[in-house]
Each structure stands twice: as structure tokens, then as C-alpha cells.
């Protein structure tokens, strides 16, 4: 007798592959799409810790509020910036992410008036 399809065994060991090619790929597609968002945050505390030097250049001190600094805009959707802390003489800026949007924030960046980037969390 002559069978032209596939036994259930053979489909079965189909499925069992593709999944395990999903669960290996999956996680490490993850972990490039957070480095990238870490990239451009790390990006963004630069252009922050320059607008903050130049609005120190201008007016003696630095500054809490973000919509007062020049040639910065928040470009991206999963991190939240702030400015901790200014003063006359130091600033840090702070970056927290929530990069698998579960409510929890996942990942802290801060920079400081020296151009230091910390990854704090």
C-alpha cells in the first residue's frame, strides 16, 4: 500500500523542531532589540549633558527643566528622561526604561555634568 503524506510522528517531530528553533531565536532577538534601545538612550544623555553644558554657558547654572534645554527631544518611547539634579556647579540626568512594557522599570541610565554614563540599574 503507498501513502502519500506525512505520519504523525514525522509532523509531530516538525512542530518539536520549529519550536525549538523559535525558543533559541526568540531570546536572543530580545537582547538586540535592548541593546539598541540602550544605544539610543546612551545617545539621548549625551545630547542632554551637552544642551545642559551649553545652558550653563549661557545662564551660570544648570537646569531641572527639560523643555528649557536646546537641541533636545525625547526620542524614544520605552525609557523616561529627567533631570535629578541641578545646580550651579553639577546636573545628573536620568533615563528609566521599561523595555518589555510590563509596568516595571528594567533599566537605569544616568549621566552626570563630567559626561559619566552609569548603567545604575
Known sequence: ????????IE???????VCLIVAIALPLYAIRV?????TSVKT???CIGE???????SYGTYTT????????KQ?????????RQASSTRFVAEANGDLNNDGILDDTWTIDENGVLKNVK
Open 1 to 8: 500500500m503507498k501513502s502519500d503524506g506525512f505520519t504523525i
Open 65 to 72: 527643566d527639560a523643555t528649557r534645554l536646546a537641541d533636545w
Open 34 to 38: 535592548k541593546r539598541s534601545e540602550q
Open 51 to 57: 544642551a545642559e553644558k551649553a545652558h550653563m554657558a
Open 44 to 46: 539621548q544623555l549625551l
Open 75 to 83: 526620542r524614544t518611547k520605552k525609557y523616561h528622561f529627567r533631570i
Open 11 to 17: 509532523a509531530l517531530m516538525g512542530v518539536i523542531v
